[in-house]
Structures are given as structure tokens and as C-alpha cells.
């Protein structure tokens, strides 16, 4: 079923700004009523949207007993639309019904492959942006286990009040999947990269300008201490998640992921990129050794396990 309606663009006033366009109480009225008619339930709606001959997917997100339209850049500036801003505007929610969600220990999860500990050198890992991957291919990275499949890239893109618990796997998954537009080669994605070794995807890391980053600029302070940075600055980016999928790991796949952002930023008009690697494990957010070996730089040491490392194109 398609709503058509009229709206304005408004934008949220965070560290990092996000537009949206409220859908009018009439229509996110009928949309709430058949959305739990098919028992999809409270959360991120996906659906196909059109604003002239432009289209895309997305989801909507719940917002004062209604529903908001997000507009991503991508769209968002070709489109020469900003604040205030009318716009006539087509959607078609995916109301088809959802099956019940099983138990996490039930829940299938792609296989974990048993194979070579050879270190992967860059010939053997081909890496493309996240766009010109599928979901399914990306899933089957995040979706193993542990917390990424709770997190989903999103610790540092999270809202005021927003948690891993408050906002649950499937809406986080969501929103990894309208950031990455997955499948839409014509998308100028700036969020990642995915890398695939024999056909397989195995890899992924994140990179995108650093003020896309609510929680980043909000909470943590390991990239703010002793500096002086304007935190809204677009072109400054920041390669922040390195997972790997399992059966894959301690192969160096982070490294090539690493080098490959430094070109993935660039020629996405970067005019820097950073990182923040722990000293003590890694973890998702890299080692410094990752980022020494792609170019970086150490700029401060706010504290005993993290840095900030950087490099200026």
C-alpha cells in the first residue's frame, strides 16, 4: 500500500545533524494500525520511498506516537533539500507479516568456517564498498555471535537514551543497513567497506565523516582530550569498527581493511581520517599496529590503553 503526503524537512539539532520529514497524523495513523495488523509491532519500519523520480529504501522511525522519514545526504543534497524545506513525498511500508522471533539460542546462525591461519595478503582480500555489497553478505559477518551481532556498528551512531538493550539487534541491524544502503551501487555510501577472500565475505570496517557520529562527539572523550577540533567538521572522518568474521580472524584481514579506508576516505573528500585503537587487545576497534602499517600517525594518548592516530591528506 502506498501514502502519499506532503511535509517539511526538519533537522535534529545533535552534535551531528540528521534530517527528517515527520509523516502527517493521518497517514502515520493508518500505518501504525497496519503495522500491527501484521504483527510487525513498535520500532523501525521498513520502506521503499520516492520523492520525485527518486527512489530508495529506508526505514521510519518512531517518534512522538507517529513516524519520521530520516533523509540520508546521499539523497538529502542532490536533491537541494535543507531545513524548512517542502517536499511531496511517496512510501510503501513493507507490511508483509513477520515471523516470531525465536530465542537467541534457537536462532540459526551462518556456519563458522574452519580453514587456513595463512596471513591474507592484500591480492587475496578484495574490498569494496559497502553499498556494492549484498545484506546477506554483510549479515553473515555481523551475525555470528558476540557482540556484534548486538551492536551492529552502531556504539558510536546512537542517540541520547539509546542502548544496545533499549534499541534491540534487529532496529540496530536496520539502521547498519540503511547507513550501508547494501545492494544499491548507485548510492554514494560513505560508511564502509566489506572484503570478501575467496568469494566469501569476511570482513568489514566502518568509516565515515567523524560528525556522522552522535555518540562519538557526545560521550567519549578519547578523541576530544587535549585538542582542539570542531566536532561538526565533515571532512575530518573516522574509521571506528574493524570485525571479522569468525573463522577468519588473526589473519590480517583488519590491516588490509585499514589501508583500503585510507583510499575510501580520500577520494570521498576527506581531508583526514582517524582512529581510536586500544593498546590492550584491540577489541573492535583495532590495534595501533593496524594503524601504523596503513599510514597513521599517533596525535594524543588521552589515557594508559587508548590513542588518537590520524592521517592528513
Known sequence: ????????????RGPSPYHFVPVPHRQASEIKAAAKAVSYGWGMLPTEVAIGSTRWKTSLYQKDDGYWLPLRDSVRKPLGLGPGDPVHVRLTPDLSPRKPRQPPAQRRRPPRPVGSREPVTDDQLRVVPANEASWDDLRAIFDTGGDPGRCWCQRFRMLPLESWASEGPDELAARLRDQTACGDRTASATSGLVGYLDGEPVGWCAVAPRSDH?????????????????KTDPTVFALTCFVTRAGYRRRGISRILARAAVAFARDRGARALEGYPDFVDGGFVGTPATFLDAGFAEVSRPGPRRAVMRIDF
Open 1 to 12: 500500500m502506498e501514502y502519499e503526503f506532503s511535509g517539511e524537512v526538519v533537522e535534529w
Open 214 to 230: 552522535a555518540r562519538l562527539l557526545r560521550d567519549f572523550r578519547i578523541p576530544w582530550l587535549g585538542r582542539t577540533e570542531d
